[in-house]
């Protein structure tokens, strides 16, 4: 029975937030070229997915660890651990894409500057770990190549959301849905991008939204994979729990919040804090739901 939820709850979470993030840019949620760029729709979508994140990592999956029989200092010992890991995770990405960058440059020194330019700043940007991604620039082999490495990104980033999830599910159902809403909740952003880029690489809008559902897909493979390991490894549960925390806390405190902190108006301000609280409220709902059900 875990299993079946594990199943719906990251098909939900990896292609649901897919199909949830093309319906908006249906309806005009089309990201910039940068967090300067966004528009005010978008950034009460980030303001959202932060405040869920950080609801469901500090009111949720570490106190449930926590309450395990394992020593305290060793489960905040794993959580510093996992947020030195997601922070070198973010370094190796950066600095692939600055050696591709820096490629670039050097082949403008030999092809002129036309060519260099669409060649340094042809690759779409998107991070494994938890990826957004920003347009490409229209040379088409290189487009070409970002596309692949926003999938392969994607999937990568899919498989461990889906780990995570099963993890929470074998510590308690209302855990794993309340894991499986911030997962989706911080998706639909990224898949905005992905989607973006690769429009651009794509013959077509469908085969842009295929292309991302199959890398959304691979999050049920991550749930199976993480429940079969988890099931082996019960009594390090807690662990798992925490390791999910350091994720979403990292994602939350060092790509989603960064995209907010720009000067706005008190209007804008305020919204930003009420979109930020309107997350950790809809976690919380979903938790008491779960829990009277």
Not at 72 to 96: M, N, P, R
């Amino acid at each position: 029975m875990t299993l079946i939820a594990i199943l719906f709850a990251t098909l939900a979470a990896g292609i649901g937030s897919v199909w949830l993030a093309a319906a908006l840019m249906r309806l005009g949620w089309l990201p910039g070229a940068g967090p300067q760029d966004r528009g005010p729709a978008e950034q009460h979508l980030l303001s959202l997915a932060a405040g869920a994140l950080m609801a469901t990592a500090f009111m949720h999956l570490l106190p449930e660890a926590l309450e395990s029989r394992h020593d305290a200092q060793a489960l905040f010992g794993t959580l510093l651990v996992g947020l030195v890991f997601f922070f070198l995770l973010d370094k190796a990405e950066l600095w692939h894409h600055g050696h591709e960058h820096h490629h670039g440059a050097d082949e403008a020194h030999e092809h002129g500057p036309a060519h260099g330019h669409a060649h340094a700043h042809g690759h779409g940007h998107a991070h494994a770990g938890h990826g957004h991604a920003h347009r490409p620039a229209v040379a088409e082999p290189t487009v070409r190549s970002g596309g692949w490495a926003v999938l392969t990104g994607d999937s990568v980033h899919c498989f461990g959301d889906g780990i995570l999830i099963a993890s929470a599910f074998v510590a308690d159902a209302r855990l794993g849905l309340v894991a499986a809403l911030a997962v989706l909740a911080h998706e639909v952003p990224h898949h905005i991008g992905d989607l973006a880029v690769l429009r651009q690489t794509s013959s077509s809008r469908r085969a842009a939204l295929v292309k991302v559902s199959l890398a959304g897909a691979v999050t049920p493979l991550g749930g199976l994979v993480g429940w079969w390991l988890v099931d082996r490894l019960v009594d390090y549960l807690p662990f798992f729990l925490v390791v999910a925390s350091s994720s979403f806390i990292y994602v939350a405190l060092a790509d989603l919040i960064p995209q907010l902190q720009k000067r706005l108006g008190a209007r804008e301000t305020l919204a930003q804090i009420a979109w930020l609280l309107g997350g950790i409220g809809l976690v919380t709902l979903v938790s008491v739901l779960a829990h009277a059900h």
